[in-house]
């Protein structure tokens, strides 16, 4: 872009970007001919599907398959006395297998011992194998103690086993076994391909009688947390998603958001997503959709977004806002999505609708006050 439209274009996102809400985004009421729906039932069917549809053919991609003919979970292992004593540890190996071979994931599920019911459950997305035992790390936190002392089960699995987070790891995963080359140009992208995968734990998880597959969240971090919202997006089996500081390409908005662009992102990270997203580079206003509709996919499910102070890349400020614009959607549904339009101080969490809203002070990171806020949230709101 030459140097003065840049300059104008941020000037412009700037004044956009201080009173909220005035940026010309698309309607995520609006069906395919610009009318506005005034129904949760005129949504779901007029709406809905659309949007979905748009986000996969534009920004995620497509996945060749839903559910696998042939896919295995098996429990490979089992400490019904893991931490000392306080939970049962499983190890789970999932299979996927198709035309062009297989792909094998070991996600690891603790179930606290002192439930006395099927136990709520958090599934996060990982960058590393998972390890209860180790302590909680500043880049993707597990706090399983916590989690384990408030009644909550949990499961985590490493994305790369899916599929490789990196650029030329197509040919060693998931989308592989499933890909036909030469890739379309809506093939799906590696955030898709690890959202996939979550809900082939799902799938164990409904048959595991510890769990309260009603109540199933989805987290993650950064790249992982705009695996997590794509997720739920696709599979309304999650209950609650939490995105942590998952700004371009996740919660934050395209079109007026700072920091990183689609530009960027689909430079240094063009595996991410469908080949189609990258039309898009220095030319958001061009996307048929943008990232609040992708928040309104969850509605009417609890949605939770976190910022950090220091995280410009991301834009806090821009997640606040899709946010805000995704609460028509909720609304519909006689919900309250963010119960404020207006930026909280930092730390101080907005817990009272069904979209909750934190910017921690600090860098970009999953830590352990954001997970505090995300089981508050549980907590509160998710009722058996
Ligand atoms: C990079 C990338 C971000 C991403 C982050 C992460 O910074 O630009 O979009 O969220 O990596 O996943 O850690």
């Known amino acids: 872009m030459p140097i003065l439209s840049r300059i104008v274009r941020s000037s412009v996102t700037f004044l956009l970007a201080t009173p909220l809400c005035a940026a010309e985004l698309p309607d995520?009421?609006?069906?395919?001919?610009?009318?506005?729906?005034?129904?949760a039932q005129a949504w779901q069917q007029q709406v809905r599907p659309r949007t979905l549809q748009l986000?996969?053919?534009?920004?995620?991609g497509v996945r060749p398959v839903a559910k696998p003919a042939v896919s295995q979970a098996r429990v490979v292992r089992e400490d019904p006395q893991a931490l000392d004593g306080t939970a049962t540890l499983k190890e789970i190996e999932i299979t996927f297998a198709g035309p062009n071979g297989s792909v094998r994931i070991h996600p690891v599920l603790l179930i606290p011992n002192a439930a006395i019911a099927p136990a709520p459950t958090f599934l996060l997305f990982g960058f590393t194998k998972p390890d209860p035992l180790a302590e909680p790390n500043i880049k993707g936190a597990w706090p399983v103690r916590q989690l384990l002392a408030r009644g909550f089960a949990t499961v985590a699995f490493e994305v790369s086993e899916v599929d490789p987070d990196r650029a030329d790891g197509f040919g060693d995963g998931v989308r592989a076994v499933f890909g036909k080359q030469p890739r379309p140009a809506d093939a799906w992208g590696a955030l898709s391909a690890w959202g996939w995968a979550a809900s082939r734990i799902m799938?164990?998880?409904?048959?595991?009688?510890?769990?309260?597959?009603?109540?199933?969240?989805?987290?993650?971090?950064?790249?992982?947390?705009?695996?997590?919202?794509?997720?739920?997006?696709?599979?309304?089996?999650?209950?609650?998603?939490?995105?942590?500081?998952?700004?371009?390409?996740?919660?934050?908005?395209?079109?007026?958001?700072?920091?990183?662009?689609v530009a960027d992102i689909t430079s240094h990270f063009p595996y991410w997503f469908c080949e189609n997203y990258q039309k898009y580079r220095n030319r958001e206003d061009d996307l048929p959709v943008d990232q609040h509709q992708l928040l309104g996919l969850i509605a009417p499910r609890l949605l939770y977004v976190a910022s950090a102070t220091q995280d410009d890349w991301a834009d806090g400020r821009s997640e606040f806002e899709s946010c805000v614009r995704a609460s028509?959607?909720?609304?519909?549904?006689?919900?309250?999505?963010?119960?404020s339009t207006t930026l909280p101080p930092p730390d101080q969490a907005l817990l009272d609708g069904s979209i909750g809203y934190h910017m921690r002070t600090g860098p970009h990171a999953l830590t352990i006050s954001d997970w505090q806020h995300f089981m508050d949230f549980a907590a509160k709101h998710w009722k058996p």
């Open 28 to 39: 995520p009421l609006a069906t395919a001919t610009g009318q506005v729906v005034t129904s």
């Open 55 to 60: 986000f996969r053919e534009q920004v995620y």
């Open 328 to 339: 028509p959607v909720y609304a519909l549904f006689a919900k309250t999505g963010l119960p």
């Open 203 to 261: 799938d164990y998880l409904e048959t595991d009688h510890a769990i309260d597959a009603t109540r199933v969240a989805v987290i993650g971090h950064s790249r992982c947390g705009k695996a997590a919202l794509w997720c739920a997006a696709e599979d309304q089996r999650f209950s609650y998603v939490i995105s942590n500081n998952s700004g371009c390409g996740g919660a934050a908005l395209a079109r007026t958001k700072k920091g990183e662009r």
